[in-house]
């Protein structure tokens, strides 16, 4: 495994033809304008910022390349998913494939401790979070195990998670 800085992330990404990721936290401080402007209301920023992601898919899939992804999230959603799931739709609308997996399904899966993304079935990714949810490092694996590792543990998610437009979030705790 190997550090990599964020422009080799970039690169990798944008020369992968199927890209799969599994992201596992509830809220990410790199969108922290994001959120603001969601507690503002302000969503002429957010559908901005929303569109330059929308763009950058449709522009993967005019490629020819994939883009598969899932969401762990805690219910209810953290106010960081609900604009997420809100605005996510533009980018699905474009070609994203996205699903939603609740946490309370995940318990008895392997999943890896961080996010990941798997390139082209060879590599894996992980995007390692400090405590204040900020990325801390980047790591680059390509031992034939972690990928394997990965890719099963996506594809189990991606069997129990819903599609982006067929997701609707419980919106109580369970808890008495």
């Known amino acids: 495994m190997e550090s990599i800085s ?26 922290e304008e994001d959120l603001a402007a969601w507690r503002a209301r302000d969503y002429a920023t957010l559908e901005a910022s929303y569109g330059g992601w929308r763009d950058a898919v449709a522009t993967r899939l005019a490629q020819g390349k994939t883009l598969r992804r899932v969401r762990v999230v805690s219910e209810p959603l953290s106010e960081y998913q609900q604009m997420s799931l809100r605005f996510s739709g533009s980018a699905v609308d474009a070609g994203e494939d996205l699903r939603w997996l609740p946490r309370r399904l995940v318990s008895a899966i392997a999943l890896p401790g961080n996010d990941c993304f798997v ?54 705790s369970r808890l008495p």
Request: charged content about 30%.
């Open 6 to 31: 964020v422009q080799r992330r970039g690169e990798l990404v944008n020369q992968t033809y199927d890209l799969l990721k599994l992201e596992l936290r509830d809220s990410y401080k790199v969108d």
């Open 119 to 172: 390139l082209d079935g060879r590599m894996a990714m992980f995007n390692i979070l400090d405590g204040d949810n900020d990325r801390s490092e980047i790591q680059l694996d390509t031992e034939p195990e972690a990928v394997k590792f990965c890719l099963e543990a996506f594809e189990t998610a991606w069997s129990l998670a819903v599609p982006h437009h067929e997701y609707r979030p419980q919106e109580t």
